[in-house]
Structure formats: C-alpha cells, structure tokens
C-alpha cells in the first residue's frame, strides 16, 4: 500500500498560490491520487482525483510527474477561508485487495490576510 | 440531498459504557465507511462496507468494536465497553463504487460524531 509524506504544515497570504505536495514512492500501477481538506469540525471534502499529468477543476489543478512518485496540488489565489487541513490520498478502487483508504497525517495551510 | 447523517454529534459517557454511533449515508450510495479520527493517529479507517456487506475490517481496533449495517441507509458503530482512549471523532463516509470505475473515487463524508469517555 502506498505510504504518502506530506509537509507538516503551510503558511501563506491572501492572493497567493499555494502549492503542496505528496511523496508517494511506491505507487502502484493502479492507484489513483486524490486530494482532501477538511475544516475544524467537519469531515474532509473531495477535492481533486488524477492518475497523471494534469488535473484541473474550479477549486484546483493537481500535478502529477510521469514517475507518479509524487504530486502537486496548487490552490490559486488563496483566500482565509482555504485556511484547512488537507490530505492526499492514494490508492486502487475501493474495493480492491488491501486498500485500506487510509489518510496520511496531511498539510496544516494557514492563510493569513 | 441531505448528505451524509450522522448521530449523535456529541458523546459523553463514563467507562465501562455502551456507546452506539449512527450513521445514513447518501441515497444510492452503495459503500460506507466508518473512520476514527485523533490527534495521535490522523484518520484511520475502521471498515467498510459495501452493498450493507463488510467487506474488510480489518481496522477495528478490538472486539470491543463493532459495526452493523442491517440496510443500505443505516449503519451503526458500537462500542461496548468502552474507555477513555477510545475517545475521538468518527466520522461515516459514503461513495457510490462501480467496478469500472479506477481509483478510490469521492467520499462524501458526514460532520462527525465526538465521543468523550471519561
């Protein structure tokens, strides 16, 4: 099972790009990469999915090198309320043999006005 | 839709108590997971379950756990009898998994249940 390493914590200002990344070395061939934030008090939040290469939708664009060893997530813009914690996760569908869907210890991104 | 539904959304009990966690997932979807989150030990998956049928376990932490899911919009964690390091957040979790599809997919999760056992 892929063993994910994340920085502990981020800070950065309003208006900034923030920029995260994951160490995944042993990736398997069939795992996905998906990203997390979760807020004081509630449960994590989909964020983003990708396999390789590139990935962008309205809240982010995740970055994925042809290794696979490690990912990008980028938060253009930043404002105070992106102030969360926020997870990477990788892993096979769900129901594949030994996917535990566990979540690494994730990134602490404080933004500050 | 209403999103994931979870009961009670705070909990506290002395040791040596029964405590039960409830949860409904999302309508149609047919996976759901219940998690354990501390400060200690992050997230941690407890088991799953897919079309109301465990399916790994695994990550229960001892018998003193245990969960049910008699129908595709109920399930519940029980912990019985329970002590102080149990307490935490569980959150229940709930996604739709088809075989065609790759990759862990969304789950959508529900605002979680703070259990305190003094």
């Known amino acids: 099972l892929a063993k994910t390493t994340q920085p502990i914590s981020m800070d950065s200002y309003e208006g900034q790009e923030v920029n995260i990344t994951c160490s995944h070395n042993?990736?398997?061939?069939?795992?996905?990469i998906t990203w997390y934030q979760q807020f004081p008090s509630q449960g994590p939040r989909f964020i983003i999915q990708g396999y390789k290469t590139k990935v962008t939708n309205e809240v982010a664009s995740l970055f994925i090198p042809a290794d696979r060893k490690s990912s990008t997530l980028s938060l253009p813009r930043v404002s105070l309320s992106d102030t969360a914690v926020y997870y990477c996760l990788v892993g096979d569908r769900i129901k594949a043999a030994g996917n535990k869907l566990t979540f690494g210890g994730g990134t602490r991104v404080l933004v500050k006005p | 839709d209403a999103g994931v539904i979870q009961s009670p959304r705070h909990e506290v009990t002395e040791m040596g108590q029964e405590v039960t966690l409830r949860c409904k997932p999302i309508?149609?979807?047919?996976?759901l997971f219940w998690y354990r989150q501390t400060m200690m030990r992050g997230l941690e998956l407890l088991i799953y379950?897919?079309?109301?049928?465990?399916?790994?376990d695994s990550g229960m932490p001892e018998d003193r756990f245990s969960a049910k899911m008699p129908n595709a919009s109920f399930s519940t964690l029980k912990i019985q009898p329970s002590e102080p390091r149990d307490s935490a957040v569980y959150f229940c979790a709930s996604s739709f998994e088809t075989s065609g599809r790759r990759g862990t997919g969304e789950l959508f999760f529900g605002e979680g249940s703070r259990l305190t056992v003094l």
């Open positions: 042993n990736i398997a061939t069939n795992d996905y």
């Open positions: 379950f897919n079309n109301n049928v465990p399916i790994d």
């Open positions: 309508s149609g979807h047919n996976s």
